[in-house]
């Protein structure tokens, strides 16, 4: 069992940026695959993006590609989203995820993972 912390939440204007920060307190995050879910009132989660656990590779979704960069500090035992431009459309409650697998899946959905953290509010005016 590994705990997921996440920081760095919180207002942003639009145009604007924010990194949020994923941590393991006690373990290392070496061991996984490591992902960012997002929860908007009233919709679904959505897998934003990813960085798979042996070569770091990366997946984005359509809505953040471009705008989003997910990057690991193996030395920091960190995973980092740094996230621009942002819009009220990125508005929702940022959730950091693992997984045992080795890759990010195609299209990532909740059930695929295995943990969890509390999450993190982010909230971009109109």
């Known amino acids: 069992q590994v705990q997921l912390v996440e920081s760095g939440g919180g207002l942003a204007q639009p145009g604007g940026s924010l990194r949020l920060s994923c941590a393991a307190p006690g373990s290392t995050l070496d061991y996984y695959t490591v992902g960012w879910f997002r929860q908007a009132p009233g919709k679904d989660r959505e897998g934003v993006s990813c960085?798979?656990?042996?070569?770091?590779?990366?997946y984005y979704s359509t809505s953040v590609k471009g705008r989003f960069t997910l990057s690991r500090d193996n030395a920091r035992k960190t995973v980092y989203l740094q996230m621009n431009s942002l819009t009220a459309g990125d508005t929702a409650v940022y959730f950091c995820?693992?997984?045992?697998?080795?890759?990010?899946?195609?299209?990532?959905?909740?059930?695929?993972?295995?943990?969890w953290g509390q999450g993190t509010q982010v909230t971009v005016p109109p």
């Open positions: 995820v693992g997984r045992l697998g080795p890759r990010c899946p195609d299209n990532p959905v909740p059930v695929e993972w295995d943990y």
């Open positions: 960085i798979a656990k042996y070569d770091d590779s990366t």
